[in-house]
Antibody, heavy 119, light 110 residues
Framework: QVQLVEFGGGVVQPGRSLRLSCAAS????????MHWVRQAPGKGLEWVAV????????HYADSVRSRFSISRDNSKNMLYLQMNSLRVEDTALFYC????????????WGQGTMVTVSS | QSALTQPASVSGSPGQSITISCTGT?????????VSWYQQHPGKAPKLMIY???NRPSGISNRFSGSKSGSTASLTISGLQAEDEADYYC??????????FGGGTKLTVL
């Protein structure tokens, strides 16, 4: 079945780095754009970043641009989010999501991996 | 990249209809027909309910419908059921090649 599984979250101090991973299965990963979306505890959804199906384009939310970097390895069906200079306000559940081929929407979501930034 | 504006909460009785609004600008909702809606139950991942303003993915009940006028999109749920109680988020593609969510609306079924 179509599935996304995130991992790599944890507790990290402010200013440190963390890399999240998302393993895709059940579909042709290399055909789809992929996104990261986060949700702070008790708060709403916030779009974070997108990478095109072939990795040729990447775009970021203003809140993470220059600190976060999205990448993918189509040979391994993997999506990544490198997060540098982490801040307390980056504390959130991070979801990876597939961009639908019917339109610009997110049709498959993982269960998320929690990132806590705290001293 | 300001968040789209949604009411914090709406409520309705079983069998009734409710509408959730989502207001943006000409740089997002008003400029593209790439509005989507997501349902999120507590502790669960979001679920796509509507894409491209008014299209339902396979398996989504026809009680859910979407529309758009200018820079405001709307999600209507008819024949409210207890299981519809959840948080709902709108989303739009933007002129900056980014996406933006609304702040979310908590739907309570009375």
């Amino acid at each position: 079945q179509v599935q996304l599984v995130e991992f790599g979250g944890g507790v990290v101090q402010p200013g440190r780095s963390l890399r999240l991973s998302c393993a895709a299965s059940g579909f042709t990963f290399s055909r789809y754009g992929m996104h990261w979306v986060r949700q702070a505890p008790g708060k709403g959804l916030e779009w974070v970043a997108v990478i095109w199906y072939d990795g040729s384009q990447k775009h970021y939310a203003d809140s993470v641009r220059s600190r976060f970097s999205i990448s993918r390895d189509n040979s391994k069906n993997m999506l990544y989010l490198q997060m540098n200079s982490l801040r307390v306000e980056d504390t959130a559940l991070f979801y990876c999501a597939r961009e639908s081929d019917d339109g610009d929407a997110f049709d498959v979501w993982g269960q998320g991996t929690m990132v806590t930034v705290s001293s | 990249q300001s968040a789209l504006t949604q009411p914090a909460s709406v409520s309705g009785s079983p069998g009734q209809s409710i509408t959730i609004s989502c207001t943006g600008t000409s740089s997002d909702i008003g400029g593209y027909d790439y509005v989507s809606w997501y349902q999120q139950h507590p502790g669960k991942a979001p679920k796509l309910m509507i894409y491209d303003v008014s299209n339902r993915p396979s398996g989504i009940s026809n009680r859910f419908s979407g529309s758009k006028s200018g820079s405001t999109a709307s999600l209507t749920i008819s024949g409210l059921q207890a299981e519809d109680e959840a948080d709902y988020y709108c989303n739009s593609y933007t002129r900056s090649d980014t996406w933006v969510f609304g702040g979310g609306t908590k739907l309570t079924v009375l």
